[in-house]
């Protein structure tokens, strides 16, 4: 099993930036895909970006442009990178990975945007 840990998030100003980060236990080019979703207050956790060990991204409707998901086969680690983010964008971004013997979450991380 795979264990993810997420870290970056934070408090941040209407029109602003993160890049969350998401480091796995082991080597994410054993993993089929990873990604990043989001749950805000009172909402269903939604699907934000994903990335295959091929390294093709997907996205989330109209967050393809400011979301971008990357990866560091080194580090073992996801990206998300949040550009102009706004305060609907605020929630809990949980790492995920897929696997053969199947899905893992990380514990999230709050991202918190002001207006």
């Known amino acids: 099993q795979v264990q993810l840990v997420e870290s970056g998030g934070g408090l941040v100003q209407a029109g602003g930036s993160l890049r969350l980060s998401c480091a796995a236990s082991?080597?994410?080019?054993?993993?089929?895909?990873m990604g990043w979703y989001r749950q805000a207050p009172g909402k269903q956790r939604e699907f934000v970006a994903g990335?295959?060990?091929?390294?093709?991204?997907a996205y989330a409707g109209s967050l393809k442009g400011r979301f971008t998901i990357s990866r560091d086969n080194v580090k073992n680690t996801v990206y998300l990178q949040m550009n102009t983010l706004q305060p609907e964008d605020t929630a809990v971004y949980y790492c995920n990975a897929v696997q053969a013997l199947g899905t893992f979450w990380g514990q999230g991380t709050q991202v918190t945007v002001s207006s």
């Open positions: 990335i295959s060990s091929g390294g093709w991204p």
């Open positions: 082991r080597n994410i080019l054993s993993i089929n895909a």
